[in-house]
Structures are given as structure tokens and as C-alpha cells.
């Protein structure tokens, strides 16, 4: 994850001329490195840099379709690497540069892992993570070495006085409260760059209405930066294409922020659902129809909401689902699995030391559902079986026996 410090960097030219003159460096446009790339660099390729065999004024008198073909697409990945390279280390530089200091809210698991990968990548930067208890600071990783340039501290004005930057890792539940206690310290121009995934309980609020909210300042520069990212990968320096390949949205009408958010939140409550039907050992085939209807769901609500279909077809959507909901390292996963082997949610929360945010967001789908007018049945069982209110299994007999077309792909999604 190139997150903060280098997303920011893949910048082209101002976004919102509204916002403080150190928030002009952020990019005009999400940024994927993905196919879009392979896209644009096609879309730009120039005959005579690119020629095409079908084209060429002096035809091979020995023509090999495979060694032309191979040719065709050495050229065009050699062009893509040059491309990207150069993007990439003019725009890292620029704000890696500027940026002196980053504070960190919130000393779990990510808020930890984002202070030791922004640390990283420069020593001179200060960052300082803004913690309650120093006492269980850097209890998350033990076994890690964190950068000597990560200083944790409890006072707030010190940790916020002079900062370029804010990371926000504070779990949504907590993060209003703990805003509010910390505002009379944040500079008005601080840009937010939100990593919270979540939905508030009782009140629906995303990221990007809690943080000006709380702070009391509408114009609170913010950015919500999501995709699929394991605290622990991020640790132990694995390949995390944040920068790269997650979306970077700034918070105007033309940043599709709704869609990054729910796509976040929501993508935690259909991991429980996954790991629910690990935990009952139903099979890989019931796994690949109950994410991809919940992948539906999402994108149901979600464009409902506003999002751009293609913010949720991407990766702080899909890539994200399939992250969390595939693979053993989610906590809201393992919540799921051990729901779907007969534990009481009880016993479980008892047993965690960290946060599942799609329990308490789960709570919050039902009224999304209700509010929009949307069919969401995979979401909602989960959101009942939290509740306690439908056992794992009577769940998965209900939407087994849900009527064809009325959950399915093919649906349009109302109720
Ligand atoms: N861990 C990951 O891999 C990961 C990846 C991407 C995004 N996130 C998101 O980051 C956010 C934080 O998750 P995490 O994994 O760091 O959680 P965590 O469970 O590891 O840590 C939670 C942190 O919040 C603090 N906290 C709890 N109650 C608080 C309160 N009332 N006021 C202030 N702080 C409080 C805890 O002390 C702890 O430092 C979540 O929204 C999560 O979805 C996590
Ligand atoms: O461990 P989880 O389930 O909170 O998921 C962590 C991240 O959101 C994965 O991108």
C-alpha cells in the first residue's frame, strides 16, 4: 500500500482548486494501475513507436505469426513499464518531499501498520501516532521492528501541531467521539485521509460525514483510501499496491467517495456471511454463489446510493471481497467461521482483541435496505443472525429456498 504518501504523489494537476494549496497535489482522478494502464497506453501508442505487422511498409519475407505476436506484446509492456516508472517516481518525489510529518489516529492493528509503511519511506519524516493507552502501543506486532521515526504519544496537541497529513485507523464506532475530544487541535487545512471501514451504527454516517462532523468543519480536507490490505502484509513489507491500485478519492461531486465507502463497510458484513458458510462447511460452490449474490448486493445498494458501478467493480470493491472474504487473515471472516460452527456471538467478541467492523455495520444494512428501496437477502440474514434472531443454518435454508429471480443475479434488487 503506497498509501498516503505515495497515492497522493501519482498527482497530474489540481483537483479542486477549493481546497488548501497542499491538497492540489492529489490526483485529478482515482488511480489504478491495473487495466486502465494497459488501456490508456494502447489508446496512446503511436504508429511509428508501436508499429503493427499489418501496417509495416517492408512485410518480413519470413513471417512467424508467433514471433510477431510475441514481438507486439514485448513492445507494449516494455512501453507500459517506462510509462508507469516515470508517473511514478516524479510524483512519489514531489510529495515526499514536501511532507515533513504525518500523524497517525488510532494505534491498531493498520493505524500501526500505516505508520511503519509511511516511516519507511523516508527516514526524516516525522510520525507520530496519537494513541490512548501508551501502555498497548505497538502491542499489535510484537514481532516486527517498527521504524525509528514512529513516535506514539497520548498528547494530542503535540501530535497534531505541524502535521502535512492525518491518517484516520480509529474504528468507525469510536471515531466521532475520539474526533470531537481531539478537535481544538486539528489545523482546518489537515487533510483527512480516512482507512476506517465501516458504517455508524444508529446514524448510517460514512467517513466522510463523521470526520467534518465531528470536527465541526465541512471543508475538512478529506480522502477515503480503501482496497484489499492485511495490516500483517503491510508489515512484513509484502507487495500492497495501495498507491498503485486503490482508489484515491477526494471528496468533491466528481470522487466517488459513496461508492468507496460502502463498498468498504458492506464488504465486511458479506465476509461474515463467507465465513459463516466456511464455518458450516458447505462448499466451494455454495461459497462462489453466496459471494458473488452478495457482490450484487452491494453494487445494488451501493449505485442506488450514487456510486459509479465501476468503483464497485474494482478493487476497494471487489478487490477488497475478495480479500476479506476469501482469504483466513479477516477478522470479520473469522467471525463468520466461528459463528457458522455453533459459537454464540457472545463468547466470540469475549475472545477478540481487535475490531470486526461489519458486526456493528451489519446493524446498519436493514435500514440502508429500507432507505433505498433495495433487496438485499444475503446481507440481511446477516445482519439477523448478529442479532441473534436466525441461526447460520435456518439462514442458509431461507435463502435457499428464496424464489429464483427474486435474489438472483438477474434481479434488478428492489424490494
Ligand atoms: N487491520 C487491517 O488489516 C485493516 C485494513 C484496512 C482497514 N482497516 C480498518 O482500519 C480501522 C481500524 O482497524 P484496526 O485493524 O487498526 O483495528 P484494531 O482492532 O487492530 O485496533 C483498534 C484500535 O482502535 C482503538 N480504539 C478502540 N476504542 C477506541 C476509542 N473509543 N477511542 C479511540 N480509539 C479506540 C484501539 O485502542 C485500537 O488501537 C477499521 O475501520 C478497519 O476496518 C483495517
Ligand atoms: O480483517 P478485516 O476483516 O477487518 O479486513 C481487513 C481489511 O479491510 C482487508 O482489506
Known amino acids: ?4 504518501l505515495e497515492a497522493p504523489f501519482f498527482s497530474s494537476k489540481p483537483h479542486n482548486t477549493n481546497l488548501p494549496s497542499k491538497f492540489h497535489t492529489f490526483p485529478s482522478k482515482p488511480t489504478f494501475l491495473t487495466l486502465r494502464y494497459t488501456h490508456s497506453c494502447a489508446a496512446n501508442a503511436s ?3 508501436d508499429p503493427h505487422p499489418n501496417s509495416d511498409p517492408d512485410p518480413d519475407p519470413d513471417p512467424d505469426p508467433t514471433r510477431d505476436r510475441r514481438r507486439i506484446v514485448r513492445v507494449a509492456w516494455q512501453k507500459l513499464v517506462r510509462w508507469s516508472r516515470s508517473w511514478r517516481s516524479k510524483a512519489n518525489t514531489d510529495v515526499l518531499q514536501r511532507t515533513n510529518k504525518v500523524v497517525v489516529l488510532g494505534g491498531g492493528s493498520f493505524g500501526t501498520a500505516m505508520a511503519a509503511h509511511v516511516a519507511n519511506r523516508k527516514a526524516e519524516l516525522e510520525v507520530k501516532m496519537l494513541v490512548r493507552d501508551p501502555q498497548v502501543c505497538f502491542k499489535y506486532f510484537p514481532d516486527h521492528r517498527l521504524p525509528e521515526n514512529v513516535v506514539a504519544t497520548t498528547d ?5 501541531l505541524g502535521a502535512d497529513y492525518c491518517l484516520h485507523a480509529v474504528p468507525v464506532q469510536f471515531s466521532a467521539s475520539f474526533l470531537e475530544s481531539v478537535a481544538e487541535y486539528v489545523d482546518p487545512g489537515l487533510p483527512f485521509i480516512s482507512l476506517s471501514k465501516g458504517l455508524e451504527l444508529n446514524t448510517l454516517r460514512m467517513m466522510a460525514q463523521i470526520i467534518p462532523q465531528a470536527l465541526r468543519n465541512p471543508r475538512q480536507p478529506f480522502v477515503a483510501l480503501s482496497g484489499p490490505s492485511f495490516a500483517l502484509e503491510l508489515m512484513d513489507k509484502l507487495p500492497t ?4 491500485n486503490v482508489q484515491l478519492v477526494i471528496s468533491d461531486n466528481s470522487s466517488d467517495v459513496t461508492g468507496v465507502e460502502i463498498a468498504g463497510a458492506l464488504k465486511n458484513v458479506l465476509a461474515i456471511a463467507a465465513g459463516i458458510v466456511e464455518g458450516m462447511n458447505l462448499g466451494n460452490n455454495s461459497m462462489a454463489a453466496l ?20 468503483t464497485i467493480t474494482g478493487l476497494s470493491g471487489t478487490g477488497d471481497i475478495m480479500l476479506t472474504c476469501f482469504v483466513n487473515l479477516s477478522r470479520n471472516r473469522t467471525v463468520g467461521v466461528r459463528l457458522g460452527s455453533g459459537e454464540k456471538l457472545e463468547n466470540i467478541l469475549n475472545s477478540m482483541n481487535q475490531v470486526a467492523e461489519g458486526i456493528s455495520t451489519a446493524g446498519a444494512v436493514i435500514a440502508l435496505a429500507q432507505k433505498y428501496n433495495v433487496k438485499m437477502p444475503v446481507l440481511t440474514a446477516v445482519a439477523r443472525i448478529i442479532d441473534n434472531e436466525l441461526t447460520p443454518k435456518k439462514a442458509v435454508f431461507e435463502l435457499m429456498s428464496l424464489p429464483q429471480g427474486s435474489h438472483s443475479l438477474t434481479s434488478g434488487g428492489s424490494i
Not at 499496491?241 to 498503485?244: C, E, L, P, Q
Not at 459471494?291 to 445494488?300: F, K, L, M, P, T
Open 1 to 4: 500500500m503506497a498509501a498516503v
Open 47 to 49: 504508429p511509428s513507436q
Open 291 to 310: 459471494v458473488s449474490q452478495g457482490c450484487s448486493e452491494i453494487r445494488w445498494l451501493a449505485t442506488k446510493m450514487g456510486a459509479k458501478p465501476t
Open 156 to 160: 494530542a496537541k503535540s501530535a497534531l
Open 241 to 244: 499496491d495501495i498507491g498503485a
